[in-house]
């Protein structure tokens, strides 16, 4: 009998003990991105009044749209949106409401300590979820969460994260059954022990 077949309890237990104890902290690492007393992004009153500024603006009436071009900054309720440019889907018919807002170029969306950047973003009025995709960081604190792609439920404060740009979401024109890769990464602060 070889060396290679002498069964090494110790060995295993220690080595299932250290993927148990991995798969533990990746866990609370990903927990502490929406513990249920403070969600990333919840709660967020979406029928608050919106307030726009940039540095160019064009009103498409006929179409139901409206531009933004240059330093756009929209704001709603504490939440913070910020982008090179924006176009606002709105109807008009019993008063102006607001019902998508699509934006490009650096998006940032901040609140409170709570950030999430990327390419481009989608802000579904209708539907309370904002969709971010293209070099994606959630960061809330000092902990950060990378991927392809952020949905942000407004309503519920649940965000999920997913490697591949897109995702399989129809938002960004991709099917469910797209191909899936790409990776997420995070970086969590941990609790310092006190003795």
């Given at each position: 009998?070889?060396?290679?077949?002498?069964?090494?309890?110790?060995?295993?237990?220690?080595?299932?003990?250290?993927?148990?104890?991995?798969?533990?902290i990746?866990?609370?690492?990903?927990?502490?991105?929406?513990?249920?007393?403070?969600?990333?992004?919840?709660?967020?009153?979406?029928?608050?009044?919106?307030?726009?500024?940039?540095?160019?603006?064009?009103?498409?009436?006929?179409?139901?749209?409206?531009?933004?071009?240059?330093?756009?900054?929209?704001?709603?309720?504490?939440?913070?949106?910020?982008?090179?440019?924006?176009?606002?889907?709105?109807?008009?018919?019993?008063?102006?409401?607001?019902?998508?807002?699509?934006?490009?170029g650096?998006?940032?969306v901040?609140?409170?300590?709570?950030?999430?950047?990327?390419?481009?973003?989608?802000?579904?009025?209708?539907?309370?979820?904002?969709?971010?995709?293209?070099?994606?960081?959630?960061?809330?604190?000092?902990?950060?969460?990378?991927?392809?792609?952020?949905?942000?439920?407004?309503?519920?404060?649940?965000s999920?994260?997913d490697?591949?740009?897109?995702?399989?979401?129809?938002?960004?024109?991709?099917?469910?059954?797209?191909?899936?890769?790409?990776?997420?990464?995070?970086?969590?602060?941990?609790?310092?022990?006190?003795?």
């Amino acid at each position: 009998m070889s060396d290679s077949s002498v069964p090494l309890p110790g060995l295993k237990r220690t080595a299932l003990r250290s993927l148990l104890a991995g798969f533990a902290i990746c866990s609370a690492a990903l927990l502490a991105l929406a513990p249920s007393a403070a969600q990333v992004f919840g709660g967020q009153d979406s029928n608050a009044p919106v307030q726009v500024a940039a540095d160019h603006g064009e009103l498409l009436g006929k179409q139901d749209r409206a531009t933004l071009a240059g330093n756009v900054v929209i704001t709603q309720a504490g939440l913070t949106l910020r982008a090179a440019r924006t176009t606002i889907a709105f109807s008009s018919g019993g008063g102006f409401k607001i019902h998508r807002l699509d934006a490009t170029g650096g998006v940032t969306v901040t609140r409170g300590d709570q950030s999430a950047s990327g390419d481009v973003a989608i802000y579904d009025f209708d539907r309370r979820i904002i969709t971010m995709a293209g070099g994606v960081i959630l960061r809330r604190g000092s902990d950060r969460l990378s991927g392809g792609r952020l949905v942000i439920d407004l309503d519920t404060g649940l965000s999920s994260v997913d490697g591949n740009v897109g995702g399989g979401s129809s938002a960004l024109g991709t099917s469910g059954s797209a191909p899936r890769g790409g990776r997420i990464t995070g970086t969590f602060s941990v609790p310092k022990r006190t003795n």
